[in-house]
T-cell receptor, first 115, second 115 residues
Framework: DSGVTQTPKHLITATGQRVTLRCSPR?????VYWYQQSLDQGLQFLIQ???????AKGNILERFSAQQFPDLHSELNLSSLELGDSALYFC??????????????FGPGTRLTVL | AQSVTQLDSHVSVSEGTPVLLRCNYS??????LFWYVQHPNKGLQLLLK??????LVKGINGFEAEFKKSETSFHLTKPSAHMSDAAEYFC?????????????FGIGTKLQVIP
């Protein structure tokens, strides 16, 4: 158990809908990262937050957005869902992300299925 | 620029034989390097990391990796494969960009262990 929690574990929804994925980082970790893992694209970095502020963006679509709240939990919002958004979405956390040695600890993931 | 190349997308070994998963990296700075393991439908778990101390790094479950700067490699090895080692393995390079940690994941190597 990494200490990172993600809810829900599974999510099934229809095209065009909007969903919210939630992540609670390890106690004491200030940075949260979101990743998308699909069979055809592999593991893709989406976005990083540090202590409530956006720090880095990866291959995140405009239909997707995220935020980190004062209690440091984070939410990833996916809207106008398409079939191709079906994937495993992982959250990871690290202490700060200001040194190259920081370890990212991964949650168990949310499996999103868009029908 | 930062990149990581996992030279094999699939590796198949017999139980009890050695495992070698290859990883080459490119980084403008002195990087940190990580190996993660992902079992089916699970999150990523840290196996080991190199942070510029000893070049031979020991991790969990009998795995180890050797940092070779001259070859820009960080190959993962295990003397004797076990059935439970069947999983996907990710090599990760980490350095600093703009004062913050930047990480890049390899595409992953799927390890099959044959009984």
């Amino acid at each position: 158990d990494s200490g990172v929690t993600q809810t829900p574990k599974h999510l099934i929804t229809a095209t065009g809908q909007r969903v919210t994925l939630r992540c609670s980082p390890r106690s004491g970790d200030l940075s949260v990262y979101w990743y998308q893992q699909s069979l055809d694209q592999g593991l893709q970095f989406l976005i990083q937050y540090y202590n409530g502020e956006e720090r880095a963006k990866g291959n995140i679509l405009e239909r997707f957005s995220a935020q980190q709240f004062p209690d440091l939990h984070s939410e990833l919002n996916l809207s106008s869902l398409e079939l191709g958004d079906s994937a495993l979405y992982f959250c990871a956390s690290s202490v700060a992300g200001v040194t190259s040695t920081d370890t990212q600890y991964f949650g168990p993931g949310t499996r999103l299925t868009v029908l | 620029a930062q990149s990581v190349t996992q030279l094999d997308s699939h590796v198949s070994v017999s139980e009890g034989t050695p495992v070698l998963l290859r990883c080459n990296y490119s980084s403008s700075y002195s990087p940190s390097l990580f190996w993660y393991v992902q079992h089916p439908n699970k999150g990523l778990q840290l196996l080991l990391k190199y942070t510029s101390a000893a070049t031979l790094v020991k991790g969990i479950n009998g795995f180890e990796a050797e940092f070779k700067k001259s070859e820009t490699s960080f190959h993962l090895t295990k003397p004797s494969a076990h059935m439970s080692d069947a999983a996907e393995y990710f090599c990760v390079v980490s350095d600093l960009a703009g004062g913050y940690q930047k990480v890049t994941f390899g595409i992953g190597t799927k390890l099959q262990v044959i009984p």
